[in-house]
């Protein structure tokens, strides 16, 4: 089992940037894939970003591309998020993710995939 806890949201003016952060614990994080979902009111959960158990492949939602960085820390069992250039649209319940195999990168956009689940942070992006 993996136990996962979100941290580090809060509300910022456009432009601005928060950084995430996702604490796990449990026996199983080991060879973990991570990931970053959000859900904004009334749409669907959808992929930002995931990062591998080596940190080298990194893939990002074409959204968020060029202003969001995905890390891990494997020693503090932890993954992080920096965002920057921040937009209204941005504006979601942010949630961290771990998934234990092999999966196309693909498919590790899919929610569903994952088995280990934050109860995620709020981000309030305004104008």
């Known amino acids: 089992q993996v136990q996962l806890v979100e941290s580090g949201g809060g509300s910022v003016q456009a432009g601005g940037s928060l950084r995430l952060s996702c604490a796990a614990s449990?026996?199983?994080?080991?060879?973990?894939?991570m990931a970053w979902f959000r859900q904004a009111p009334e749409k669907e959960r959808e992929f930002v970003a995931h990062i591998s158990w080596s940190g080298v492949n990194i893939f990002y939602a074409d959204s968020v591309k060029g202003r969001f960085t995905i890390s891990r820390d494997n020693a503090k069992k932890t993954a992080s998020l920096q965002m920057n250039s921040l937009r209204p649209e941005d504006t979601a319940v942010y949630f961290c993710a771990a998934h234990r195999g092999l999966l196309t990168e693909e498919v590790l956009r899919i929610p569903s995939k994952y088995s280990y689940w934050g109860q995620g942070t709020p981000v309030t992006v305004s104008t």
């Open positions: 449990g026996d199983s994080f080991d060879r973990t894939i």
